[in-house]
């Protein structure tokens, strides 16, 4: 266990990843608490989360348009933050884990030699990791199936290439950021196995520096919310009748990823996504192996491997019987009706609420949101019920 530097030096922890590990949720606890955070010794440099994200872009080489101009230059300002007293400070990003080994040394080089570099790496077992990954790819705008993502896995696992590997595969992660460091800075968190205290992770992650989790209220943070089947086959199906409209970056983290997935379809309860019997063995098989990577690497491990092994009967449930299960078109259509009245009925609350946003609504009409929804409704007649709902909600304003 690292204390929080109380003895005058100045430690930095880098946690680097990955993504879809618990991360949303610990950067929520800290950022909305970031005042007690530092009065415990642990400082956030610079103004905001968007920060360290945009330091990501900028050590990655990535600080270009359309990304905002400031992101350039952010990893040098983000350094000096961190530098400027003695105490603990923590940068935290899961997109620092896609960096390549060039970049990992620019960012480790940029510290002064007196700073004390820790590097942080949250792990979880990946067979949730695969579900979690499609899932954010389809946030992504991606129309890809589940079975073709896990498809596409496999087969670029042999060398560990692709962005799945690029940030799930542990082992490599650290073998990049931990190479210069001596094990005992390097620092593996395990998310704890479904079933555990929701509090866990935190208790693990606040204690490695130096923390004390019981004084943060973890109540009002959250982590990435998961889709069902269903809500997900439905975001993946606007994603392809959108074809290029709503770009990334641009309106769609916004419009699509926020309101419609986030806010609209993941407060829907749906079936569980599972994967074929063989997958699953891999998945299985894979986590296995990073656990006796990262045990053989004598990192510091806050947790358990054990939480990367995948029991028996995890595994069972995790299976389908006859392969990947593929939502009916008439349960899609009716998450769709559904997804959209929400999506209207939030609009006019809105609008209710305040008159710029009912401003900006008027604006949308002739947007792509618009045409899109429009393109569905042709391409599914039966979406005409869809309309009415529609025509319903303008009377109301």
């Given at each position: 266990?690292?204390?929080s530097?109380g003895?005058?030096?100045?430690?930095?922890f880098?946690?680097?990843?990955?993504p879809k590990?618990g991360t949303t949720?610990?950067?929520?606890?800290l950022?909305?608490?970031?005042e007690?955070?530092?009065?415990?010794?642990?400082?956030?440099?610079?103004?905001?989360f968007?920060?360290?994200?945009?330091?990501?872009?900028?050590?990655r080489?990535?600080?270009?348009p359309?990304?905002?101009?400031?992101?350039?230059?952010?990893?040098t300002?983000?350094?000096?933050?961190a530098?400027?007293?003695p105490?603990t400070t923590?940068?935290s990003?899961?997109?620092?884990s896609?960096a390549?080994?060039?970049?990992?040394?620019?960012?480790l080089?940029?510290?002064?030699?007196?700073?004390?570099?820790?590097?942080?790496l949250?792990?979880?077992?990946?067979?949730?990791q695969?579900s979690?990954?499609?899932?954010?790819?389809v946030?992504h705008?991606?129309?890809?199936?589940f079975?073709?993502f896990?498809a596409?896995?496999?087969a670029?696992?042999?060398?560990?290439?692709?962005?799945?590997?690029?940030?799930?595969?542990?082992?490599?992660?650290?073998?990049?950021?931990?190479a210069?460091?001596p094990s005992?800075?390097v620092?593996?968190v395990t998310v704890?196995?479904?079933g555990?205290?929701?509090?866990?992770l935190?208790e693990?992650?606040?204690?490695?520096l130096g923390l004390?989790?019981?004084?943060f209220?973890?109540?009002?943070?959250r982590?990435n919310?998961s889709?069902g089947?269903?809500?997900v086959?439905?975001?993946?199906r606007v994603?392809?009748?959108?074809?290029d409209r709503?770009?990334?970056?641009?309106?769609?983290?916004?419009?699509?990823k926020n309101?419609?997935?986030?806010?609209?379809?993941?407060?829907r309860?749906?079936?569980?996504?599972?994967?074929?019997?063989a997958?699953v063995e891999f998945?299985?098989?894979?986590?296995?192996?990073?656990?006796?990577?990262?045990?053989?690497?004598?990192?510091?491990?806050?947790g358990?491997?054990?939480?990367l092994?995948v029991?028996?009967?995890?595994?069972r449930a995790a299976?389908?019987?006859?392969?990947?299960?593929?939502?009916a078109?008439?349960?899609?259509?009716?998450?769709s009706?559904l997804?959209?009245?929400d999506?209207?009925?939030?609009?006019?609350?809105?609008?209710?609420?305040d008159r710029?946003v009912?401003?900006?609504?008027?604006?949308?009409?002739?947007s792509?949101?618009?045409?899109?929804?429009?393109?569905l409704?042709?391409?599914?007649?039966?979406?005409?019920?869809?309309r009415r709902?529609v025509?319903?909600l303008?009377?109301?304003?």
């Amino acid at each position: 266990m690292t204390s929080s530097g109380g003895d005058g030096g100045r430690r930095v922890f880098l946690h680097v990843g990955s993504p879809k590990t618990g991360t949303t949720f610990l950067q929520q606890v800290l950022w909305s608490q970031r005042e007690l955070a530092e009065r415990q010794g642990v400082r956030l440099p610079l103004g905001s989360f968007d920060d360290h994200y945009l330091a990501t872009l900028d050590l990655r080489g990535l600080a270009r348009p359309p990304h905002p101009p400031r992101a350039r230059g952010m990893w040098t300002r983000l350094v000096a933050e961190a530098e400027r007293g003695p105490g603990t400070t923590l940068i935290s990003h899961e997109l620092f884990s896609a960096a390549d080994p060039s970049q990992v040394r620019r960012a480790l080089s940029s510290f002064r030699p007196d700073t004390e570099v820790h590097v942080v790496l949250t792990v979880r077992d990946l067979l949730r990791q695969l579900s979690a990954e499609w899932q954010e790819h389809v946030k992504h705008r991606s129309t890809l199936r589940f079975d073709e993502f896990v498809a596409s896995v496999r087969a670029e696992a042999p060398a560990r290439e692709g962005w799945f590997w690029r940030v799930q595969d542990y082992v490599g992660v650290l073998e990049r950021w931990g190479a210069a460091l001596p094990s005992t800075r390097v620092h593996v968190v395990t998310v704890p196995p479904a079933g555990a205290s929701p509090t866990l992770l935190w208790e693990r992650f606040a204690g490695l520096l130096g923390l004390e989790p019981g004084a943060f209220d973890t109540t009002g943070s959250r982590s990435n919310t998961s889709l069902g089947l269903e809500q997900v086959e439905v975001l993946r199906r606007v994603n392809v009748a959108l074809g290029d409209r709503l770009p990334i970056p641009g309106p769609y983290p916004v419009v699509v990823k926020n309101i419609l997935g986030h806010q609209v379809l993941a407060s829907r309860r749906g079936s569980p996504l599972r994967m074929a019997p063989a997958d699953v063995e891999f998945a299985a098989d894979e986590s296995r192996r990073l656990s006796v990577g990262l045990a053989d690497s004598g990192v510091d491990v806050v947790g358990s491997l054990d939480d990367l092994v995948v029991g028996e009967e995890t595994m069972r449930a995790a299976a389908a019987d006859h392969g990947y299960e593929v939502a009916a078109d008439a349960e899609l259509l009716d998450e769709s009706v559904l997804a959209l009245a929400d999506v209207l009925v939030d609009i006019a609350e809105s609008a209710h609420r305040d008159r710029p946003v009912l401003e900006r609504g008027e604006a949308l009409r002739a947007s792509p949101v618009r045409a899109a929804l429009n393109e569905l409704a042709e391409q599914h007649p039966s979406l005409a019920r869809a309309r009415r709902v529609v025509r319903r909600l303008r009377r109301l304003r």
